[in-house]
């Protein structure tokens, strides 16, 4: 599949010389560690750089998006029951863990642009496969409904998209300067 990184324009080059990305790695980061990606959406990928640079003072100075090819390979995929269920089962248990611990749990932010929780409860996912002696999950993917809705009473977000985490950097299989055209 195709996947659009958002990132400042000098890391950006690096990546498309030959330089590897950088995983993410924030407690609050949607869907745990990895390198993030928007799928099929290389304009999402822009204003997120662009979003980033004004948000957080970054040092995105000139937003920029990477193409990608990617395997998703063993992948969490959070658009099925089966990876829904998944991540439900490690709640239950990251709940529990937690509690014997006697440590509170993390909390998404009201509006869901930090997910604490989220980003926990699939780390201690990726912790539960690693001690029943599993295979690693080399990829998360998920959709996120973001954004006011396109009009009124609609169900439809701004920014609705599909996010990809790549935690194995050999699932990149390519990458690509992204035409002007796909920006507009």
Excluded at 110 to 130: P, Y
Excluded at 152 to 180: N, S
């Amino acid at each position: 599949m195709l996947g659009y990184h958002g990132c400042e324009r000098s890391v950006g080059e690096a990546v498309l010389a030959g330089s590897i990305f950088r995983q993410s790695d924030n407690p609050f980061d949607w869907l745990g560690p990895g390198i993030y990606f928007w799928e099929a959406n290389p304009r999402r990928g822009l204003d997120f750089a662009r979003e980033q640079a004004v948000r957080r003072h970054r040092n995105i100075r000139s937003a920029f998006v990477v193409g990608a090819i990617i395997d998703l390979a063993l992948c969490l995929d959070l658009t099925t029951s089966i990876g829904i269920n998944a991540v439900k089962a490690a709640h239950a248990n990251f709940v529990r863990y937690a509690a014997e611990l006697d440590e509170p749990l993390p909390e998404n932010s009201g509006d869901l642009l930090r997910r604490d929780l989220d980003c926990a409860v699939i780390r201690r996912l990726h912790s539960l496969i690693g001690i029943a002696g599993g295979e690693p999950l080399q990829t998360v993917r998920g959709v996120f409904t973001e954004g006011p809705p396109i009009y009124r009473k609609a169900g439809i977000r701004e920014k609705t998209h599909v996010q990809i985490a790549v935690r194995d950097a050999d699932c990149i299989k390519g990458v690509f300067r992204v035409p002007a055209s796909y920006l507009r």
